[in-house]
């Protein structure tokens, strides 16, 4: 009996988000979010400013701050339920920081200022369990060299304002991949860098992601990005995941017209960025639209799009569409 393939079968996604509403106050501002990501798998999630990327991924971090709240549905890591957690039980779980790992889009956010970054990869490395100055000084040395920093040792004693931006970036991801982590969340990691390093930096996260086989979610606008680093997709409009599939499927036969406006117009990666081919810009929480929440800008919306609300299902090809006419668009391709 084919015993391990079986048990990979049967393994559960290391990221499970299922019907995720968030809101800040009373709020709304995610809705109905569901995603997965299994091991050795990179997932993008792709949408418009405003559309509820990051707050997806804050709430899975437990990073949602003042006022934001998991109000409806379940994130699961590893088959354990974790959206409702308190900091402290957070911590005590090792949830952010050793299970999960977070690359942010400004490395200051993430690096500390009064500690060099062997100490803060040092602190990192504990959370294997190993220990001895002389084993973590090697280790941090390891990890740097794995990053790509040149002189790595030299570099374990450097404050985070002793290295370049595109250093600072790698060093980030060595310490968020130190303590071995299960999951990698990557928001929009390379905005803030040279449009040269940022190529660099990507395919960093991608190699890593691949050799540790680990699971990932990246954060983008660009779909370039997307089919660089990413097997499958969800993209997001308004707060609801409104299409998923694999990377060639989503980039060669696009179901929702959002995604076909968002592949047309080729945004260009920049945080805020709107949308060209498309009229208006993203509802917002206050004033959503009734029905299908993208109807006043889709162009093949018909009177029932204001008033009846599409779920998401599956649909051919292996996609999930929300979108009530699904089925003619199927059709068409
Ligand atoms: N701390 C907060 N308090 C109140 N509302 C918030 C907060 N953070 C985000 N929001 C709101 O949640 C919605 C989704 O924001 P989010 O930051 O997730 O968008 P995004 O898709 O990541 O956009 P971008 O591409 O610009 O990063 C927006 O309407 C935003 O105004
Ligand atoms: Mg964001």
């Known amino acids: 009996m084919p015993v391990s393939h079986t048990a990979a079968m049967d393994e559960h996604p290391v990221l499970e988000v299922d019907s995720l509403a968030i809101c800040y106050g009373k709020l709304e501002v995610c809705?109905?979010?569901?995603?997965?990501?299994?091991?050795?798998?990179?997932?993008?999630?792709?949408g418009e400013s405003g559309s509820g990327k990051s707050v997806?991924?804050?709430?899975?971090?437990?990073?949602?701050g003042r006022?934001?709240?998991?109000?409806?549905?379940?994130?699961?890591?590893?088959?354990?339920?974790?959206?409702?957690?308190?900091?402290?039980?957070?911590?005590?779980?090792?949830?952010?920081?050793?299970r999960i790992g977070m690359i942010f889009q400004n490395p200051s956010r993430a690096l500390d200022p009064v500690f060099t970054i062997g100490q803060q990869l040092n602190e990192a490395i504990s959370l294997t369990g190993l220990s001895g100055k002389e084993a973590l000084r090697r280790k941090g040395a390891e990890w740097l060299r794995h990053v790509g920093l040149p002189d790595p040792e030299e570099a374990l004693?450097?404050?985070?304002?002793?290295?370049?931006?595109?250093?600072?970036?790698?060093a980030m991801i060595a310490i968020a991949l130190a303590s071995e982590p299960e999951l990698l969340i990557a928001d929009e990691p390379t905005t803030a860098l040279d449009v040269t390093i940022q190529a660099q930096v990507l395919n960093l996260i991608r190699r890593l992601q691949r050799e540790l086989n680990l699971a990932l979610v990246i954060v983008t606008h660009d779909?370039?990005?997307?089919a660089a680093m990413a097997d499958r997709v969800a993209v997001m409009y308004a707060g609801q995941v409104v299409e998923t599939g694999t990377v060639a499927n989503i980039i060669n036969a696009p179901r929702h017209p959002y995604t076909r406006a968002l592949l047309a117009s080729l945004p260009t990666g920049v945080p805020g960025a709107r949308i060209?081919?498309?009229?208006?810009?993203?509802?917002s929480a206050v004033a959503m639209p009734t029905g299908c929440r993208f109807h006043p800008r889709c162009p093949i919306a018909i009177d029932r799009c204001s008033q009846e609300t599409p779920q998401l299902e599956s649909a051919a090809g292996g996609h999930q569409l929300r979108c009530l006419r699904a089925e003619e668009i199927a059709r068409h391709v």
């Open 56 to 64: 997806t991924v804050l709430a899975v971090t437990g990073l949602l």
């Open 157 to 170: 004693d450097r404050y985070p304002h002793q290295l370049s931006g595109g250093q600072r970036q790698r």
């Open 67 to 98: 006022g934001g709240a998991v109000t409806r549905g379940r994130i699961m890591l590893d088959g354990e339920e974790i959206s409702r957690l308190s900091d402290r039980e957070r911590r005590r779980r090792g949830l952010l920081g050793k």
């Open 276 to 283: 060209a081919a498309l009229p208006g810009s993203v509802p």
């Open 31 to 46: 809705s109905d979010v569901s995603l997965n990501v299994r091991r050795g798998e990179a997932l993008a999630l792709i």
């Open 223 to 226: 779909f370039g990005v997307v």
